[in-house]
């Protein structure tokens, strides 16, 4: 993208829209349900009429992708999570009655659920309808205001889904901006009520040191390094059959994209081989100029992946295309062993059409594998044995996992989504996710008749003494200070 694209005055530009969203806010700081919801129907109206540009944009975006890839992956999971919140929304939204302590009995306690304000979201290229538009229904449904940021490598999905918006939302509701915006520090710096960022762990950071300054509080999705542990007991075709799936959807650009495979060492030749067969299924010997399989989404991200293979080949790796290797954009999985920690792609996330396989001797050495390394955003365990699969996820973490297959946790939306350590912290999706872009607001309303003076000064009256003897119990008086 060239400099030329960006907008001078598009600083000046959101700082307004911020201003305009804040004060609206204030004007209205509680949306009732059923303005919550008829937002969101707007939203899924909208996602209805434009599948088809939106499946078109995406396609000119990537150079390559299936536009049926584009309704199943970015449009379909958008419309499940907008579903989901429109049917428990005023359920999410009651306030949560509490107990009050053995000492305030009488009283009354609850929790109730505030908007925010306004919410920036701050979405990335993978998926830039889903990981843009899912956020945005989870901002509404809480009651919130809301600016999002696309990124700069998917204008034709940016101008569309601009349109799509000013056509059902004010600016002071909903705004979008994208490519024009030359420093994306300049959105990060708005003083945002919260913050959704998906995108890298090196950027997430940067977001997080941002925010800060404001004390702003984030939700970061950062993917990571996901494993794929097949056990002995499951079969080694199925397995490599749905690994590949997930290392094949999306060109391999996903977060939760199995990223390396462990697998028995006795085993390991006849997971290359089926997942060489696998893959051969899904889209045939060629992927040049298959409309089914998508493309690499730059020649800057294609050259990196160039960069992994050619490193770990350097290294000593084998390498075995699952179809004919290409000098385009649309390259084909290629399956990596004989890997070590000393390859670049053993240590970053792949984000692409790479599949290194490790093997392993012991279930204990395949979690001691795991474990070593930063927590990722997913994991997925192929097994039918249930007490190996409950040692697994006994002894390791990882913000989601799919029990034979890969990914599909992510679309279930009555269930938290969400990383852990280096993969992301908070949580969005269901009824997490309405309480993470919510305030829970605590409010303790005292009897009239509650005979609280009893705990004013002077102190050391009998109710006093009784109740401090009945909850912390007596000192021990051999004991001395210091």
């Known amino acids: 993208m060239s400099d030329n694209t960006f907008d001078a005055d598009m600083p000046a530009r959101i700082t307004h829209v911020f201003a305009a969203q804040e004060r609206a806010f204030h004007a209205h700081p509680s949306p009732s349900a059923e303005e919550r919801r008829s937002m969101l129907r707007a939203l899924k109206k909208q996602l209805s009429r434009y599948q088809d540009v939106l499946g078109e944009a995406i396609e000119a975006d990537f150079g390559a992708r299936a536009r049926s890839e584009t309704k199943m992956l970015d449009i379909l999971p958008t419309v499940l999570e907008i579903n989901h919140a429109i049917q428990h929304l005023s359920r999410w939204m009651k306030p949560s009655r509490r107990s009050t302590e053995l000492l305030f009995l009488g009283n009354r306690l609850r929790v109730c659920y505030q908007p925010k304000g306004v919410v920036g979201v701050i979405a990335t290229w993978n998926f830039p309808v889903y990981l843009s538009m899912g956020p945005l229904a989870a901002a ?55 913050i959704v960022f998906t995108g890298s762990p090196a950027v997430g950071r940067i977001v997080m040191r941002q925010a800060a300054a404001n004390l702003t509080p984030v939700t970061l999705e950062l993917g990571g390094k996901s494993p794929a542990l097949l ?14 799936h997930g290392k094949g959807t999306n060109g391999g650009q996903i977060c939760v994209a199995p990223d390396y495979a462990l697998v028995p060492r006795e085993s390991l030749a006849e997971f290359v081989e089926a997942a060489k067969l696998g893959f051969e299924k899904l889209y045939g010997r060629s992927t040049q100029g298959n409309p089914d399989y998508t493309a690499v989404a730059s020649e800057r991200h294609a050259a990196r992946i160039r960069s992994l293979l050619d490193d770990a080949l350097s290294k ?59 927590r990722p955003l997913a994991l997925y365990c192929f097994s039918h044995d249930t007490s190996a699969r409950e040692q697994v ?24 989504f969400g990383g852990i350590g280096n993969s992301g912290m908070g949580n969005y999706h269901g009824k997490e996710g309405f309480r993470e872009l919510s305030h829970a607001r605590t409010v303790f309303r005292r009897r009239r008749w509650f005979p609280i003076d009893l705990f004013y000064p002077p102190y050391g009256n009998l109710v006093q003494r009784l109740s401090l003897g009945l909850f912390i119990g007596r000192g021990d008086s051999s004991l001395k200070a210091r």
Request: with cysteine; net charge negative.
């Open 393 to 416: 996820l006994s002894n390791t973490h990882s913000g989601g996992v799919t029990i034979n297959d890969w990914g599909w946790h992510v679309v279930n939306h009555d269930a938290p």
């Open 140 to 194: 509404l449904a809480a009651g919130n205001r809301v600016m999002v940021k696309m990124p700069e490598t998917t204008p034709a999905t940016n101008a569309v889904l601009k349109r799509m918006l000013a056509e059902v939302f004010s600016e002071d509701q909903v705004a979008l901006v994208g490519e024009e915006l030359g420093d994306p520090a300049t959105f990060t710096a708005l003083p945002f009520h919260h």
């Open 316 to 374: 000593g790796a084998q390498i075995t295309p699952c179809a004919s290797p290409t000098a385009g954009r649309q390259m084909p999985i290629h399956i990596v062993t004989q890997v070590t920690d000393q390859m670049a792609l053993m240590n970053e996330e792949i984000f692409g059409p790479i599949l290194p396989v490790v093997p392993y001797d012991s279930v204990e050495q395949a979690i001691d594998y795991i474990r070593a390394r930063p």
């Open 231 to 244: 056990l002995r007991d499951y079969s080694v075709r199925d397995a490599a059959k749905r690994i590949v």
